[in-house]
């Protein structure tokens, strides 16, 4: 079946970085455009970034675009976000998502990322 499963949150001081990983399954991972999502502690979902499936096309958000790098591995089915500069307010759960079509597909279980002194 398929499986998305994030990793790499924890607790960081602002100013850090941090890397997070999806590690995909079960299905054909190369052939997919990704995306990473994430949601802080009150509020709704809030798109990050895509990469295409040949990982040459990326999208991202205005908000994350100078500090964050999504890229993927196709050999290894694992899709990565670097986040450097780490502000509070990235404090969030976040998540990778496949693309179908125009819509999410499967999502993974999210890895907390807490900003904070």
């Known amino acids: 079946q398929v499986q998305l499963v994030e990793s790499g949150g924890g607790l960081v001081q602002p100013g850090g970085s941090l890397r997070l990983s999806c590690a995909a399954s079960g299905f054909s991972f190369s052939g997919y455009t990704m995306s990473w999502v994430r949601q802080a502690p009150g509020k709704g979902l809030e798109w990050v970034g895509d990469?295409?499936?040949?990982?040459?096309?990326?999208y991202y958000a205005d908000s994350v675009k100078s500090r964050f790098t999504i890229s993927r591995d196709n050999a290894k089915n694992t899709l990565n976000l670097q986040i450097n500069s780490l502000k509070p307010e990235d404090t969030a759960v976040y998540y990778c998502?496949?693309?179908?079509?125009?819509?999410?597909?499967?999502w993974g279980q999210g890895t907390q990322v807490t900003v904070s002194s």
């Open positions: 990469i295409y499936s040949g990982g040459t096309r990326l």
């Open positions: 998502a496949q693309i179908v079509g125009s819509w999410y597909g499967y």
